[in-house]
């Protein structure tokens, strides 16, 4: 749950900061993927991972970002997670948005919209939407955050549960990265 809504972020942010043919890489140690869950009585679970690949085929950028390191802090959580994702038999998360979507900043601009991809969760894949704000943080790096709110159940995910208390379905996930042409 926590994972899927991650990767989706990480994989828009990625989208969002290249252009045309230009290959990219992850720049520094500011990249992070936050899922937010919530739950009764204001319970609220965090899970963060910073693992995020591209590749593109001309048409789309595709992301991918692997389940098993999505850390929330607690072991029992975790493995939780990962067992509800089936993460050994849906590894990663994997985003795809086509390149003629996206706007990409220019000098002393900001970009920001809401973009449609399709992402692949669970071995399901769903449409999804995604807000973004990119800019220019260097004549060869920039900087995107992004976020969007995803329903588990449409990735045929049962909402986690402990102790009688269940996750609600609906998961924010929020990506910040420095993305580099290389």
């Known amino acids: 749950m926590r994972t899927r809504n991650l990767l989706t972020g990480a994989f828009l942010l990625l989208a969002l900061l290249t252009e045309g043919a230009i290959a990219l890489s992850g720049y ?24 995020v690949s ?9 992301f991918t970002v692997p389940l098993a390191p999505l850390d929330t802090g607690m072991g029992l959580r975790d493995l939780q997670m990962r067992e509800i ?5 849906y590894p990663a998360a994997v985003l795809r948005v086509a390149r ?9 601009q900001v970009t920001e919209e809401t973009v449609d991809g399709e992402l692949t969760l669970h071995g399901q894949s769903r449409p999804v939407k995604v807000h973004y ?12 955050s992004g976020s ?12 986690p549960s402990y102790l009688g208390m269940t996750v609600a379905p609906k998961i924010e996930v929020r990506v ?7």
């Open 28 to 51: 520094g140690d500011r990249s992070s993927v936050t899922v937010l869950a919530r739950g009764p009585a204001g319970l609220r679970i965090e899970g963060k991972g910073s693992e």
């Open 54 to 62: 591209i590749a593109e085929d001309g048409a789309a950028l595709t």
């Open 85 to 89: 994702l089936e993460a050994e038999k």
């Open 100 to 108: 003629t979507s996206l706007s990409f900043p220019h000098e002393h």
């Open 133 to 144: 704000r990119a800019e220019l943080a260097g004549s060869d790096v920039t900087r995107v």
């Open 148 to 159: 969007l709110q995803l329903d588990i159940r449409d990735f045929d995910i049962k909402a």
């Open 176 to 182: 910040e990265l420095s993305v580099k042409r290389a």
